[in-house]
Every structure is written in C-alpha cells, then in structure tokens.
C-alpha cells in the first residue's frame, strides 16, 4: 500500500519569507516516482516536479528546491523569497514506476503568502 | 489546445439522475486517468487506461461508476444513479508512457464540478 502523508494543513508567511513543505511517504516499491504539484485558487492542478528513487539529487529550479532523502522517506519542498503568487495548496503524490500508476496524494498544505 | 480539456466544466443533476463527463487528453498521450477530488481534500484515484483498455479500475467506488475509451483517446466516465455523496470535482490527467523526461508524469486537465442535489 501506498501512503503519503503532509501534516502541515495550512501555513501563513510573509512575502519574502522563506517556506518548507513537508511530505512523508510509505511504499513497499523498491522504484518509484515522487512529485509535486500546485493548486491555486483557479483550482487546476500544476505540474511541478517529478523526482525518480534511485536518483536523489536534490533540485533547485529558481526559487524553488526540493529535497529528497530516501532514508526517512522524505521529499520536501522549498520555495525561497516567497510572493503572493506562491499562495494556493501543494500537493505531494507518489506512483510506482513498474506496478502501480495511479498517483497516490497527500492530503495536500495551503500556502498563504500574505503581502 | 496543446492541454488536457474537460466537459462540461460544471454539471448539476437531480439525485438519481445519469451523467457522463469528457476527458481530451493531450494529443499523443497514451495513458489516461480519471480522479475525483473532494473539497479539502487531495484527488483519489478511480481509473486508469493504457490505450482503450482499463488497466487499473480498482478506484472505482462501486459499480455505478463506469468509464470507457473506445478509441484509446477520448474517455468518458458514465455515473450511473447518481447520489449527494457523487458530487465533487472529477479530474482527468493523461501522460505518455516514456522514460525520458517527465514521461509518465500526469498532466491534469482543468475538472468537472459535479454537484447533485
């Protein structure tokens, strides 16, 4: 079974703040994919990022970073100098990569990123 | 559109009623999947077709749900009977079954409100 777990339901910065994302998961796939993805208010769900297991660079594109750390099942995300832009709910998902693809999400942290 | 689409965007029934909501996904796109998200809550997986087969329908809450793709790129998710706990937004991703860059990433299409009353 599949799981992944945000335990931060909602957070509040200031812009210009920096913010991290927390996401936990559980599988019993020795391969397989993490990702995230945004949802803002128009409520269309944005690709961010996929990351493959066995490749646990870390990523940084512009603001935002992700780090992926295999050994506590962790792929959390950071965005720097948060905007008022920045402001929606992300949301971590993992799939197999051989067996199952159906995405599994967490349950998902809304940013709020106050001027 | 180079997009997945979705139709209609939103739909009011009556309970009891049938409904089909429309999934294009993005030209080329292999895989198809259809979710359903509930207000505050993260998408749950329904369905998944490789082509115009479902390869994974272990999503499905009941048999009142049903989808299709007869030609292995337009789908249709058919809710039959509709119930007040149906309602919610359906989503649908497609992808291509690739290992290069972001292949088998989902790209989501923009939803289907659902709502009856």
């Known amino acids: 079974a599949q799981k992944v777990t945000q335990a931060q339901t909602e957070i509040s910065v200031v812009e210009k703040e920096d913010v991290t994302l927390d996401c936990v998961y559980e599988t019993r796939d020795t391969t397989y994919y993490l990702f995230w993805y945004k949802q803002p208010p128009s409520g269309e769900l944005v690709f961010l990022i996929r990351r493959n297991s066995f490749d646990e660079q870390n990523e940084i594109s512009g603001r935002y970073s992700w780090n992926f750390q295999k050994s506590t099942s962790s792929f959390n995300f950071t965005i720097t100098a948060s905007q008022v832009v920045d402001s929606a709910v992300y949301f971590c998902?993992?799939?197999?990569?051989?067996?199952?693809?159906?995405?599994?999400f967490g349950s998902g942290t809304r940013l709020q990123v106050q001027p | 559109g180079a997009g997945v689409s979705q139709t209609p965007s939103n739909k009011v029934t009556e309970k009891g009623k049938y409904v089909e909501l429309r999934c294009d996904p993005i030209s080329g796109h292999t895989a198809l999947y259809w979710y359903r998200q509930s207000l505050g809550q993260g998408p749950e997986f329904l369905i998944y077709?490789?082509?115009?087969?479902?390869?994974?329908d272990s999503g499905l809450p009941n048999d009142r749900f049903f989808a299709v793709r007869p030609e292995g790129s337009v789908s249709t998710l058919k809710i039959q009977r509709t119930e007040r706990g149906d309602s919610a937004v359906y989503l649908c991703?497609?992808?291509?079954?690739?290992?290069?860059?972001?292949?088998?990433?989902?790209?989501f299409g923009p939803g289907t409100r659902l709502t009856v009353l």
């Open positions: 077709f490789q082509g115009t087969g479902a390869a994974d």
């Open positions: 998902a993992l799939s197999g990569f051989t067996g199952r693809r159906a995405l599994t």
């Open positions: 991703a497609s992808s291509i079954k690739s290992r290069g860059l972001n292949g088998d990433t989902q790209y």
